[in-house]
């Protein structure tokens, strides 16, 4: 190879990557990081439901899905059947979507909405969470009121992560429950 040639362009001609670039990485690698602590077996649920399409989630068993927000930009009122049991997992909003609520949400908004997982353990998990929701709401610009969809295997972790958001600000937060 001539000494002279180079492989890598100048660098006035390199690429610098753009801030909000590089807050989606940070996103992607706590995300990474956040799915690793609560396992990362291909059997396993939890993690089926956030990677499945449309036509891969299981159907409503023949009753009608309300969706989340209706088609004035007012929130629809909760599915009852998705509150959860436990009192501890409970938001202050009150605002709970079911596993297909949210997946046509997510299906109808893509990168327009907000998808907050809670994986595993304790106060650290919502910190990274809550903190990993306001970067990636940066990064892209959102406001205030995107739909925010927060899930975790413990509810109660989840309810406190939505809880978080809420006091902060986002007007939109719902907890998917099973």
Not at 35 to 60: I, M
Not at 85 to 106: F, I, K, L, S, V
Not at 131 to 157: I, N, S
Request: aromatic share 4%; charged share 15%.
């Amino acid at each position: 190879m001539n000494p002279q040639t180079s492989t890598f362009p100048p660098a006035s001609k390199a690429r610098q990557p753009a801030f909000p670039a590089a807050l989606s990485a940070l996103g992607l690698a706590l995300t990474l990081g956040l799915a690793a602590c609560g396992g990362g077996e291909p059997g396993n649920p939890a993690l089926a439901t956030t990677t499945a399409t449309a036509t891969e989630r299981p159907a409503a068993a023949g009753r009608i899905v309300a969706p989340l927000v209706q088609d004035d930009g007012s929130l629809s009122p909760g599915d009852p059947q998705a509150q959860p049991a436990d009192p501890g997992a409970w938001t202050r909003d009150g605002r709970y979507a079911t596993a297909t609520q949210a997946g046509m949400m997510e299906d109808a908004l893509g990168d327009d909405a907000l998808i907050v997982d809670v994986r595993c353990c304790d106060a650290v998990a919502v910190e990274q969470a809550v903190g990993l929701a306001w970067a990636m709401q940066a990064a892209r610009d959102l406001p205030r009121d995107v739909p925010v969809l927060v899930r975790g295997e413990d509810l109660r972790l989840a309810a406190a992560a939505a809880n978080r958001l809420s006091e902060g600000g986002l007007t939109h937060v719902w907890l998917v429950t099973p």
